[in-house]
């Protein structure tokens, strides 16, 4: 650093800190790959975090999109137009905007994407796995103090740490207790469907094969908030079950990470197809399966846990 360089800094700035600044950027450039092809690709960093930002959104429109990501319009005007050549996207009129279009991946799109998601979460996996659990929350916390300190108007009030982790002793119990009291509270159901619950566990723990199936349990700021499970159906068939969020968590995209796990859990271990069994009412749930490509298949009225159900099938080709 010059002397001239140096004269620009504020009074309350130490030549130190900002040393260490740069040291860190450098540092973690290297461990994240930054400066490598991005995730082994022919895209760049900014084609990978707008197929991100496409298949992540609710209602994906191109000005929010740049706003958020401060891209150029013209520049990501181009990356679109060559999106839509590879035919990785279609545009459909906004129903409140007609000035807008609204932006979807089409089956290609999630295809060509889905591969570079799960590279990006195998690197940051391999980052964390020398790291003991208690290191790892650590590392979490520290990250979001980072970005609230740096960005305090997009950080959350409470820094939301969370992490997905494999069930340790007594967090099955767990599974089964919020599976109760959820639904009694806000259904109505009666105990059978915890009996049901604590069946369908009970039986994960007893015949749990660990190279086709798991269990995540998901935690914010160290508490559970909630979990999933993925069991082999068939040899080409993977069973969804048992995904349950705590109102805490809500609305904090939780639920859907907990289903991209098990989506990418299955294609890795070669499943041709994942099906899970819900119910009509269960409408923020069933919003999160048909987002990733879950279709009704089946459905069927019966009787159980004490209401007129109507139960569904949903299924997903891998």
Request: hydrophobic content about 45%.
């Amino acid at each position: 650093m010059t002397m001239a360089t140096m004269s620009t800094l504020s009074p309350t700035i130490d030549v130190a800190t900002v040393k260490a600044i740069r040291q860190f950027n450098r540092f973690y450039t290297r461990q994240i790959g930054a400066l490598d092809p991005y995730l082994g690709s022919a895209m760049s960093l900014t084609d990978v975090r707008l197929l991100y930002e496409l298949a992540h959104r609710e209602t994906a429109v191109a000005s929010e999109i740049g706003r958020d990501l401060g891209l150029d319009a013209g520049y990501m005007s181009r990356i679109l137009r060559r999106f839509e050549s590879e035919g990785w996207l279609t545009r459909e009129p906004h129903a409140r905007d007609a000035r807008q279009s609204v932006l979807r991946l089409t089956e290609a799109g999630h295809a060509a994407f889905a591969p570079l998601q799960q590279k990006s979460r195998d690197e940051a996996a391999a980052l964390l796995a020398p790291l003991a659990p208690a290191q790892q929350n650590q590392l979490v916390r520290a990250m979001s103090t980072m970005q609230s300190l740096l960005d305090p108007a997009a950080a959350p009030a409470k820094p939301q740490a969370a992490i997905l982790r494999d069930p340790a002793p007594g967090d099955i119990g767990w599974v089964v207790q919020q599976h109760g009291e959820i639904y009694a509270r806000e259904y109505g159901w009666d105990s059978s469907f915890e009996a049901l619950v604590a069946q369908i566990a009970g039986e994960f723990l007893l015949k749990f094969q660990p190279e086709w199936e798991r269990c995540w349990i998901a935690e914010l700021n160290g508490e559970r908030m909630g979990s999933i499970f993925v069991v082999r159906k068939s040899a080409s068939v993977a069973q969804l079950r048992l995904l349950i969020l705590s109102p805490a968590a809500r609305g904090l995209g939780l639920g859907g990470k907990l289903v991209d796990e098990c989506i990418a859990f299955a294609r890795r271990k070669g499943y041709k197809k994942m099906t899970l069994w819900t119910n009509s009412d269960l409408v923020a749930a069933r919003a999160i399966y048909a987002k990733r490509g879950f279709q009704l298949v089946k459905s069927e009225p019966h009787e159980s846990y004490g209401k007129q159900l109507v139960g569904e099938t949903w299924e997903m080709k891998l």
